[in-house]
């Protein structure tokens, strides 16, 4: 089993940034492909992206692509997710996941476990 604690949320004003961290618990980390989702007021939660086991390779939800990175060290078992140009409509609790699964990392089902979600809110 793995136990995901994100951190790093925060206010931050348009234009900013914010690195979001997710520290996992075990010793199996780099057993797992890592995903980042986001869940904003009165909407479902969305994918925002992935990264594999290795961290070679990425995907992102086309609404971020360009201004938000995700990277990973699997000796610290932490995935991160910087943030940069924010804007207002980022403002969403994010939520990092982890799934043992090798494809379709867009999709919230093949993720196994999850985190108690971080909150982002950017001011206009």
């Known amino acids: 089993q793995v136990q995901l604690v994100e951190s790093g949320g925060g206010l931050v004003q348009a234009g900013g940034s914010l690195r979001l961290s997710c520290a996992a618990s075990?010793?199996?980390?780099?057993?797992?492909?890592m995903g980042w989702f986001r869940q904003a007021p009165g909407k479902e939660r969305n994918f925002v992206g992935y990264i594999n086991r290795s961290g070679s390779s990425t995907g992102y939800a086309d609404s971020v692509k360009g201004r938000f990175t995700i990277s990973r060290d699997n000796a610290k078992n932490t995935v991160y997710l910087q943030m940069n140009s924010l804007q207002p409509e980022d403002t969403a609790v994010y939520y990092c996941a982890a799934t043992k699964a090798y494809s379709n990392l867009v999709a919230q089902r093949n993720y196994d476990y999850w985190g108690q979600g971080t909150q982002v809110t950017v001011s206009s």
């Open positions: 075990g010793r199996t980390f780099s057993t797992y492909a």
